[in-house]
Structures are given as C-alpha cells and as structure tokens.
C-alpha cells in the first residue's frame, strides 16, 4: 500500500515536473536560441549569375590556367573565345586542378544552334559532380529529340529523371546551380552516406536533395568506390554534333 502509495506519488511528481519543463520551455523561447557558429558574412552577387564574394571563378572567360585535361593532367586544351570555352572534343575531358567535397556551383552552357544528331549524339556534354557523377548536359529542348528520360539534360544520368524540362533551345545559354553534398564512406571502404544533389535548371528545381546511387558508368550498374575531395570534371563527348561551351563556372566550396 505504501510503496503503491510511493510510485503513484512519484509519479505525480515527475509528471508535474515534465509538465513544468513544458510550461518553462514555452515560457522562455530564448532556451531555443544559439549564438555559435555565427554565419560567415558573404557579399552577394549583383545578380544570381554573379560570384558571390567567397565564391572562386573557375572559369573567368581569358584562360584555362584552374584546368587540366582529364587524362594526362596536361594543360587544358578547349578554345577560348569571346569569354568562353568550347569543347575540343580532340582533346578530351578537363577537369579542375582543385579538388573540391561539398559544394555548390554555378556553370552555364550552350548548345550550338546548329546543332545535329539524335539521342546521346546531339549537345552531349556533363557536369561530373566528384569527377565522377554526371549532371547531364544534352539537347531535350522541348522534348523534342527522342532518349531516353535518366539521360536528359537535368539528370543524373542513367539514375534520376529530371523533375521537369526547362531547357531552352540551342543557341540560348542554359544555366545550373548545383548543391552537391559528397559520399561519405567507412574506413574498411563501404559506403557511410550516399552523395546528394539539388540542382535548379534555369532557375526550376529539376533534382531535388537526390541521393545518387553510385558512379554513373555506361552500364547498368551504379557503384561506390570509396574517394576523398576530387576534381570537377566537363565531358567532352565523342559523338560528332557541334561542341558544348561553357562560360561563367563559379564555386563555393
Ligand atoms: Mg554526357
């Protein structure tokens, strides 16, 4: 009797105190407040297009001196004219002398006007995320050249289809902003956390905190192999249309 008498008892208690830590909590919002970290101050840019203050210009329209060729480090090969670069399909894939781990970025693109081909074969391009993870570049304007949905520009290729199409059409820049946040692994090598990427195609979200599933290879298979910080990678792709250029790369790192 007294020991039920005791439990009840204690109950009562806890349960005034746990309805008093409530009432504190709603009586004091500042318990909810934090004063560390404070925000880094960044100056933004003029407009969405433009670097933000800590943002560094991967590509400022006069040289390719933060590029290499992706094969064999050697200088960046790609023409530069009028401020931007074209791909020399001769010259393979470049990629950026930094590395990079999470990021967001800032790349636009073209598409000649015209351009020929279909499917794969028309305004192939990437933007590979780690080196390794293709954001695809290609002609889909209008859905208007036939492929398949995992390989249209705005997807990750081969993995997610692009929530929507707002590509314009070849001749007119097309620009994508970019949140990537990189694999984590295990120390024996296996994966800890998938990567994940926001990307806004001219402004319309077209992947939203996607979690990709592995290096987006040719064949069927998405796989994991363990990596630290790495390049940012642009495709120069073998099919015979009219290169892709590039102008404006800013990245926050
Ligand atoms: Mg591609």
Redesign the pocket.
């Known amino acids: 009797m007294l020991v039920a008498a005791l439990v009840g008892l204690t109950a009562v208690v806890q349960g005034q105190t746990s309805i008093r830590q409530a009432n504190s909590s709603f009586s004091n919002p500042e318990n909810a407040e934090v004063f560390n970290p404070v925000p880094p101050v960044v100056v933004p840019g003029e407009t969405f297009a433009s670097p933000p203050s800590d943002a560094t210009m991967l590509f400022n329209g006069k040289d390719l001196n933060e590029w290499v060729s992706a094969e064999d480090q050697s200088p960046a090969k790609w023409t530069i004219s009028n401020g931007i670069m074209t791909v020399n399909k001769a010259a393979g894939d470049i990629e950026t002398k930094r590395k990079f781990t999470s990021y967001q970025l800032h790349i636009e693109w073209r598409i000649p006007a015209a351009i020929t081909g279909q499917g794969?074969s028309r305004g192939?391009?990437?933007v590979f995320l780690s080196g390794r993870y293709?954001i695809?570049?290609?002609d889909t304007y209008n859905n208007e050249n036939k492929t398949y949905v995992n390989g249209m520009a705005g997807s990750i290729?081969r993995e997610a289809i692009p929530l929507s199409n707002p590509e314009r059409k070849p001749g007119e820049w097309n620009v994508y902003d970019i949140a990537y946040t990189d694999p984590q692994f295990n120390d024996d090598g296996t994966l800890k956390s998938p990567a994940r990427v926001s990307v806004f195609f001219n402004g319309v979200l077209v992947q939203n905190n996607e979690a990709i599933k592995g290096s987006t290879s040719v064949n069927a298979k998405h796989v994991y192999v363990q990596h630290g910080p790495a390049p940012l990678r642009l495709?120069a792709?073998g099919d015979k249309s009219a290169p892709i250029s590039f102008r404006n790369i800013w990245i926050r790192g």
């Open positions: 794969q192939n391009s990437g293709e695809q570049v290609l290729y495709q792709h």
